[in-house]
């Protein structure tokens, strides 16, 4: 039932800005812990921000603190990241994951290619 559909990724020039969407379906995201996670081939994947159920506090990375910025919208049922600033080294599979009654889901992910 639960659904994430990420989208918005795309191949982009360094120092650009980037604006990822999570859809849910089957789940009020208001109502979850939601994260978004990146992963380059090879390496593990890694938590970049989460936001708590019903309020706005957040965390983010050491590494994303300036330039990534998470945010839901309760009416839309939709989540979203900000990248400001991209760089090389930003390029990866961005997921999006929501953790609701013990369950965490995840969606297929959107491809962000960051390149001169």
């Known amino acids: 039932q639960v659904k994430l559909v990420e989208s918005g990724g795309g191949l982009v020039q360094p120092g650009s800005t980037l604006r990822l969407s999570c859809d849910a379906s089957g789940v009020r995201l208001i109502e979850t812990t939601m994260y978004w996670y990146r992963q380059v081939p090879g390496k593990e994947r890694e938590m970049v921000t989460y936001i708590i159920p019903r309020y706005n506090n957040v965390y983010y990375a050491p590494f994303a603190r300036d330039r990534f910025d998470i945010s839901r919208d309760p009416i839309k049922n939709t989540g979203s990241l900000q990248i400001s600033s991209l760089k090389p080294e930003d390029t990866a599979v961005y997921y999006c994951?929501?953790?609701?009654?013990?369950?965490?889901?995840w969606g297929q992910g959107t491809q962000v290619t960051v390149s001169a």
């Open positions: 994951s929501v953790a609701f009654n013990l369950t965490t889901y």
